[in-house]
């Protein structure tokens, strides 16, 4: 199903799709690749960015983009800090672009609109307007939630190694969580990444009450789990013998569940692994890595920052680690590395979205002790991280393949339209 209609689809981003910020950028291009006509308006706010918009444009039938700078990103905030909402929501509104989707929708006669994540949820709760203004019409609107925030801050405000990360977390909780009770009834369908967010959203909407006290459930159907894939052609294993005694760690470390992680690995992991294997080097690979992490360079610890390219380090590690200690959704960096076919250690809360089965696929440790442990061991096994490899490289062909994806995708934008039919009569 999917594949003998074409469906014209308007994704709505708040950000420019790339390889960093996977899930859209891979849904645009498989989509295209699979036959669907696709329209992009998203935000920009440098030349990369910019840049990356021109490169996926070559896959679009159309791009409407707009530039955002920081500065208005925070006098949104600033100005949603009176009211009940999540400044999440507030922080990537641009009313030019708004009014120029609104324009796409009057001009275009599109069978569904993707809106992706919190940051871009007011364009989708805005398309009401734009039907009014064009007969009370308006497409089926998918929400790609990706994942539940409110769960992600709760997780920040009791483990996160920053005390700046868990005030934050904190102060958004209660605003988060309203809104997030709210907002699954408001779209056609709403997309997760893993069944825990779903899990986690649903009880959200449970739990919401309307004016008269009387709680008001969310139809389960609504919310649909829609896996991150992997890139299996871009990512592949290298060929060629890894550097002895590597740990790479890979992330855009910004995001403060990565960052955290970081800082806990070097503190209270890495000493446990030095004693074993006292040469062994840490990569820390990832954008934007805050003063808590450039901090933790020395000798045997490398703070990359940007890179062009993760493969490299990801192809010549021995081993590479994934320490998450609270987040939500699927970890790509977990799938990158099997993907490439380097052994993974990670903690639960890593591979928490996944299928995979410790001991084969990878090796998942609750304790530092354990997470130290196995490592080491794998440090000084070869042909169990042959193994190890190849066992994951099979995983992620099984599971994560971005085609089987968004052919899945496909089906959930039938449902939200609502026959297969009316889709027919409109191609």
């Known amino acids: 199903m999917g594949r003998d209609l074409q469906l014209k689809i308007l994704f709505i981003v708040p950000y420019a799709p790339n390889r960093i910020r996977t899930r859209p950028y891979h849904f645009i291009k498989t989509l295209a690749a699979q036959g669907h006509r696709i329209t992009l308006a998203s935000l920009w706010t440098g030349q990369q960015e910019f840049q990356d ?30 009211g009940r909402g999540p400044l999440q929501a507030a922080y990537s509104w641009n009313r030019l672009l708004a009014w120029r989707i609104g324009q796409l929708i009057e001009a275009a006669q599109f069978d569904i609109v ?16 734009s039907a009014a203004r064009c007969g009370g019409r308006r497409p089926a609107v998918v929400w790609d939630s990706v994942d539940c925030i409110s769960a992600l801050f709760r997780q920040t405000a009791r483990c996160s190694a920053m005390a700046r990360s868990r005030l934050a977390a904190k102060v958004e909780l209660a605003r988060t969580e309203r809104y997030e009770a709210w907002l699954p009834g408001q779209f056609d369908r709403v997309l997760v990444s893993s069944e825990v967010d779903r899990s986690e959203l649903l ?60 800082v806990h690995l070097v503190k209270n992991t890495m000493p446990r692994i030095w004693k074993t294997h006292p040469e062994t080097q840490l990569w820390v690979v990832g954008k934007d890595p805050p003063a808590e ?27 590479a680690v994934a320490p998450i200690r609270y987040g939500a959704g699927i970890q790509n960096k977990v799938l990158e590395a099997l993907a490439c076919g380097t052994p993974v250690v990670a903690t639960p809360q890593a591979v928490s979205a996944l299928q995979v089965r410790s001991g084969e696929d990878l090796i998942v440790a609750e304790s530092e002790e354990e997470f130290a442990n ?36 496909t089906q959930v934008y039938f449902e939200a339209t609502g026959s297969r039919e009316t889709i027919c009569e409109k191609a």
């Open 374 to 409: 196995s490592v080491s061991q794998l440090l000084s096994d070869t042909n169990r991280r042959m193994s190890l490899g190849c066992a994951g490289r099979r995983y992620v062909e099984r599971h994560h393949d971005w085609r089987d994806i968004a052919t899945r995708l």
């Open 53 to 82: 918009l021109k490169e996926l444009a070559r896959d679009l039938d159309c791009l409407v983009a707009e530039k955002m700078s920081a500065a208005r990103s925070l006098w949104n905030c600033a100005r949603a800090i009176p």
């Open 203 to 262: 009880e959200l909407a449970s739990n919401r009450t309307c004016g008269n006290g009387i709680r008001r459930g969310l139809p389960a159907k609504r919310i649909v789990v829609i896996p991150n894939g992997v890139d299996l052609q871009y990512y592949r294993p290298p060929g060629e013998a890894c550097t002895p005694l590597t740990l790479v760690f890979t992330g855009k470390m910004s995001y403060h569940a990565n960052a955290s992680a970081a």
């Open 293 to 319: 992490v450039r901090q933790l360079a020395e000798p045997r610890i490398r703070i990359t920052g940007t890179v062009p390219d993760i493969r490299p380090f990801l192809g010549q590690a021995t081993v």
């Open 114 to 129: 993707h809106v992706e994540h919190l940051r871009g949820v007011r364009y989708g709760l805005h398309l009401g307007q």
